[in-house]
């Protein structure tokens, strides 16, 4: 029942942005949803599992155009590789465990765009803001894998 509705309105939002509505794509949005922040290849992974045989390349498409869209976010955390997250225009920072790599959304602070506004902003009218802060997740600080250097 809750597949049903939810496969709809992802049925729905895809038509909304004029995207034809493919099992690849709801595959894609369902699995993301349940998991954000996954790699493109967990990704791919899930969704094979869900909908059985797709190839890799439609799946990285899919992939692209909902990120293209706009109704996927893609979020690149330096040296590591690409996540995907559904877009819900919340601007959230994320942060990141510099040893096993897990993602935490963090909100950004409510009634104010500290991180959106520069000292200087060079002429550009800034209007969104993408933070990454780096650390240590709690599980791997309790672990004691978290080297000094
Ligand atoms: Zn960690
Ligand atoms: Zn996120």
Not at 25 to 42: G, T
Not at 95 to 100: I, K, P, Q, S, Y
Request: proline share 5%.
């Amino acid at each position: 029942m809750d597949t049903a509705v939810r496969a709809l309105t992802w049925a729905e939002r895809l038509r909304a942005v004029g995207l034809r509505v493919t099992q690849p794509r709801l595959a894609v949005l369902a699995v993301v949803h349940a998991d954000p922040h996954l790699s493109a290849d967990l990704v791919a992974e899930r969704v094979r599992k869900q909908i059985g045989a797709v190839s890799t390349q439609a799946i990285y498409d899919a992939l692209k155009t909902l990120t293209e869209h706009d109704i996927l976010r893609r979020f690149e955390p330096a040296g590591s590789a690409m996540r995907f997250e559904v877009a819900n225009h919340d601007n959230h920072h994320h942060l990141v465990c510099r040893t096993c790599g897990t993602v935490t959304d963090v909100p950004w602070v409510v009634g104010s765009m500290p991180c959106a506004v520069p000292d200087d902003t060079h002429g550009y009218r800034v209007d969104e803001a993408e933070v990454t802060y780096w650390g240590t997740c709690p599980a791997c600080a309790r672990a004691g894998t978290v080297t000094s250097s």
